[in-house]
């Protein structure tokens, strides 16, 4: 009964100082569901790790943040047209001597497909958008994503207003 009793103690503080400020709880109920940027986007050991690392904008100010979420298009991306198989819109993942990796983003989740470099060519994306860009997310949306963005890069608890994204 008491080592139950010590655990319940120290695990009680644990489990509440994980649990995001009230904002930024919003935004990673958003950045899971209706945005889908968990769909190509992992933080705090949920999503999918295939597009870019969000710890690396997550120091921007917040009207930068949410230029790139709300970009149509992303350099990462590549139309990829396969010989006699059609096209997807891909993302390259490693490539070696004889064949490229890329994660096939009409999939969802993103499917990984291992090709070999005489059997596609890759072109400029010309199709597929980012889909936080069609999500239709109001500045208020915006600003709760982006503090569930900064909260799991770095613990950041700050509010951010939704002015400051427009």
């Not at 980012?130 to 109001?138: K, Q, R």
């Not at 709760?144 to 994204?165: G, H, L, Q, T």
């Amino acid at each position: 009964m008491k080592i139950w009793m010590a655990v319940w103690l120290f695990a009680a503080p644990v489990a509440a100082q994980q649990a995001p400020p009230e904002q930024a709880g919003r935004g990673q109920t958003l950045f899971f569901g209706n945005a889908k940027c968990g769909t190509c986007h992992s933080l705090k050991g949920r999503g999918t790790a295939v597009g870019p690392d969000l710890k690396n904008i997550a120091r921007l100010s917040p009207r930068a943040v949410a230029m790139a979420v709300k970009s149509t298009r992303t350099q990462y991306v590549q139309a990829v047209k396969v010989k006699g198989k059609g096209e997807f819109p891909g993302m390259k993942s490693s490539e070696d001597g004889d064949s490229v990796q890329f994660y096939d983003l009409s999939a969802t989740p993103p499917e990984l497909k291992k090709l070999a470099k005489s059997d596609f060519t890759a072109t400029d994306n010309q199709t597929w958008v980012h889909p936080p860009s069609s999500a239709g997310l109001t500045n208020e949306q915006l600003a709760d994503i982006i503090a569930f963005i900064r909260w799991a890069s770095f613990n950041d608890k700050k509010e951010i207003d939704p002015s400051e994204v427009e």
